[in-house]
């Protein structure tokens, strides 16, 4: 077989978790159910991930997506906690930029894991309530 050939053709498929329903869902999905994150905001995310900071600019042309879609994407981000907002000191007049740069990864992390595990308890605590009021 040639390295070259088609059959070497590799697509990443993002990783998946099995619900006790048997439904696969992306971490994608979790985000948007928790966060209400869109598909963009999430790519906005991954692209200030262990950059040194980026402006909307910067955001837009390597994302091939709209400045107006990057501005939506970074003040949710950073409404979430997930990115910081910097004033860029070498705009000169007019309307100030900004430079955006997400939390620490390890951060981010830990922060999306314990809000998960707080939902969990959040829904663990409305069960009972919801079941026992049912049978009544």
Known sequence: ????????NI???PAKVR??????????EALKFCYDISDTD????????????K????????LKLS????????????SLGFVER?????????RPKYIYRSIPVDKLIERITEDFKRCAEL??????????????
């Open 1 to 8: 077989m040639e390295m070259g050939s088609s059959r070497f």
């Open 67 to 78: 400045k107006a879609s990057i501005n939506r994407s970074v003040n949710k981000l950073v």
């Open 11 to 13: 697509e990443f498929e």
């Open 42 to 53: 999430f790519q906005v995310l991954k692209a200030l991930i262990g950059s040194d900071g």
């Open 55 to 62: 402006n909307e600019d910067d955001l837009a042309e390597q």
């Open 123 to 136: 829904f663990g605590a409305v069960l009972p309530k919801e079941l026992k009021f049912s049978q009544q």
């Open 19 to 28: 619900l006790p329903s048997g439904k696969e869902i992306r971490l994608i």
């Open 86 to 94: 910097m004033k860029d000191v070498s705009s000169k007049g007019g």
